[in-house]
């Protein structure tokens, strides 16, 4: 069952923006930590970034001053803008919300993102 879905992937030139959205169905994100989670083809995925519940975002040191994560929780929303992109940055990304409590962590299905001249 999706219950996270991401969108906003692309092609995008070196130097480039592009911002991602994951809404979540069915679910709520209100109190839990959301994040963005990365996967480039032979490599292991990623922390991105999170934002603490929406109180202290946390950054990968390779996105630092780059990408900004931000929520909507009245459109159950939580977005990634991602600017000064570099070809590094090529990745599927994934959405993910953070286990809480008892709760355990909720994945979505990822968004292709590429980064190339």
């Known amino acids: 069952q999706v219950q996270l879905v991401e969108s906003g992937g692309g092609l995008v030139q070196p130097g480039g923006s592009l911002r991602l959205s994951c809404v979540a169905r069915?679910?709520?994100?209100?109190?839990?930590?959301m994040a963005w989670y990365r996967q480039a083809p032979g490599r292991q995925r990623e922390f991105v970034a999170d934002?603490?519940?929406?109180?202290?975002?946390d950054y990968a040191d390779s996105v630092k001053g780059r990408f900004t994560i931000s929520r909507d929780n009245a459109k159950s929303s939580v977005y990634l803008q991602m600017n000064s992109l570099k070809p590094e940055d090529t990745a599927v990304y994934y959405c993910?919300?953070?286990?809480?409590?008892?709760?355990?962590?909720?994945w979505g299905q990822g968004t292709q993102v590429t980064v190339s001249s």
């Open positions: 069915g679910i709520t994100i209100d109190a839990y930590t």
């Open positions: 934002d603490t519940d929406g109180r202290n975002p």
């Open positions: 993910k919300r953070e286990a809480l409590g008892a709760v355990g962590s909720t």
